[in-house]
């Protein structure tokens, strides 16, 4: 084990006195060092400086552990390794650590070396659906683009810790332009998301070039962007990085706060820099037990969000992925939290509670039940009140029948989906004949086949 009393502190900061920067003084004071603010707000010296060892962190924080804990963590991080920005771990509130959301997202627990047995290393089987390294192509229209290897911190909840501690590299010219040639050659493709590692963590030239490519793509109508920076390192949404972005729309953002005290100052500093570009911003919460299980935490997270311009988009289940099992809740409680917030707060205001389902089976939404019953001409509804009422279904109105035939309909639809319907939307579609889905090793047909053989 190394020893505790050897590597290097973290350099020493003294900061101006500003009301804005309580947080960040308190911080800093404990670190101890001689680097004026510039330096703690300048992105690179947030990297340079990043937390990668027990020891550092002990410095910078002054939590200390016992022996026989620090023996345990270290087993952890040789596994899952460790790294946080300093910005990050100033959010820890030091007096109640062991409960602190910020600590339990950045900071490594041995929980996670146990592995449950329904733990998968590619849960949502991305590299299954892979057609060329780096391009998850898993729903007809659109793809997952890793673009990056590096983050600017490794979350402990991350639904790709098999990647954790691959050397953080950016993927050479060679290997984008293979997506881009991949995305180029199926022009089902209207929909790429860059995500990674952290597309942030690229260089502007570089990304501002990855961009460039994808826009000369006719077939491609819009660019997303998956990214933690804005939550664990916002001084990195620089005025010249979003100025670059402006050039790229339609560009659209998502970020993933899970609790309301990531929103700092120098957050949502970050957030309005990008909204001020014209990037819509939304954000994928993960749900985590002793983070964001609590409805009024998830409420107040969403209400602040949207105070700074961010949609709240999904609300993920936590996914099966290894090392994960000490934050994965009950989908009970994540229905429980979505019954707090529709309703009780502005629609734009409420995620789509989603489980990514194993086996790369796609977000299936999971909601609250308010049809109670229907029957020929009515629906009873229950409201978030639990108040129970009916909706009386039209008289006279004739369905519109769907044949796939969109050139003779009434109304006349000249954007036909060149996809054939499948799952549930196959048995819907009046020119398809098929009337069950069977699932593959059906015990009732095994039988009826070797009956029919004999």
């Known amino acids: 084990m190394k020893s505790r009393n050897s590597g290097e502190s973290l350099r020493k900061v003294i900061v101006e006195e500003n009301v804005n920067l309580v947080r960040s003084k308190s911080f800093l ?5 001689k680097t004026i603010l510039d330096d703690w707000k300048d992105y690179r010296w947030q990297l340079k400086n990043s937390i990668r060892t027990i020891e550092a962190f002990e410095k910078a924080t002054e939590i200390r552990f ?55 290393k590619d849960p949502l089987h991305e590299d299954k ?26 979350c402990r909840h991350c639904t790709r ?16 332009l293979a997506g881009i040639r991949y995305i180029r050659k199926n022009p089902q493709i209207r929909d790429v998301l860059l995500s990674g590692g952290d597309p942030f963590m690229l260089p502007d030239e570089y990304l501002d ?15 997303r962007i998956g990214s933690r920076i804005p939550v664990v390192l916002p001084f990195r949404i620089t005025k010249e990085l979003t100025k670059m972005l402006k050039k790229h729309h339609p560009l659209w953002l998502n970020t993933q ?18 909204a001020d570009a014209g990037i819509p911003l939304g954000n994928q919460s993960v749900l985590l037990a002793g983070v964001s299980d609590c409805p009024q935490i998830m409420k107040k997270l969403n209400q602040k969000l949207v105070k700074n311009r961010v ?15 000490h934050f994965r809740t009950s989908i009970g409680k994540g229905v429980e939290i979505m019954e707090s917030l529709v309703g009780h707060t502005s629609g734009f205001a409420v995620p789509r509670y989603v489980v990514d389902a194993p086996g790369g089976g796609g977000k299936i939404p999971v909601m ?79 039988r009826r086949e070797k009956t029919s053989n004999k």
């Not at 070039?209 to 660019?223: D, S």
């Not at 949609?311 to 099992?325: A, H, I, K, M």
């Not at 004739?398 to 000249?414: F, H, L, W």
């Open 66 to 120: 016992s022996d026989e804990e620090y023996g345990k963590l270290e087993k952890t991080i040789q596994k899952f390794p460790l790294s946080i920005t300093p910005y990050y771990a100033s959010l820890i509130e030091k007096e109640n650590y062991r409960n602190d959301p910020i600590f339990k997202q950045a900071f490594p627990d041995p929980a996670e070396l146990i592995i449950s047995k329904c733990d998968m």
């Open 257 to 274: 706060f899970n609790h309301p005290r990531e929103l700092t100052s120098d957050s949502q500093e970050a957030l309005k820099r990008l």
């Open 161 to 176: 810790k098999r990647k954790v501690g691959d050397p953080d590299y950016i993927p050479s010219r060679e290997q984008i």
């Open 29 to 33: 004071k404990r670190v101890g060092t």
């Open 368 to 446: 609250p039940n308010y049809i109670i019953s229907w029957s020929t001409n009515k629906v009873i509804l229950r409201n978030y009140e639990g108040v129970i009422t009916t909706y009386s279904e039209p008289e006279n109105y004739k369905a519109t029948s769907c044949n796939n035939s969109c050139d003779k309909c009434t109304p006349k639809s000249d954007f036909k989906d060149n996809d054939h319907p499948t799952g549930v939307e196959k048995l819907l579609t009046e020119d398809d004949r098929t009337i069950s889905l069977v699932p593959d090793g059906n015990l009732r047909l095994k």
């Open 311 to 325: 949609r709240p988009y999904y609300l993920f289940q936590c996914d099966l992925s290894e090392g994960l099992s």
């Open 209 to 223: 070039w990855i961009l460039t490519e994808l826009n000369r793509i006719k077939h491609v109508e819009v660019v």
């Open 129 to 154: 659906d892979s057609p060329t390294k780096g391009i998850t192509h898993r729903y007809p229209d659109r793809v997952l683009f890793l673009v990056s290897n590096c983050c600017a911190m490794y």
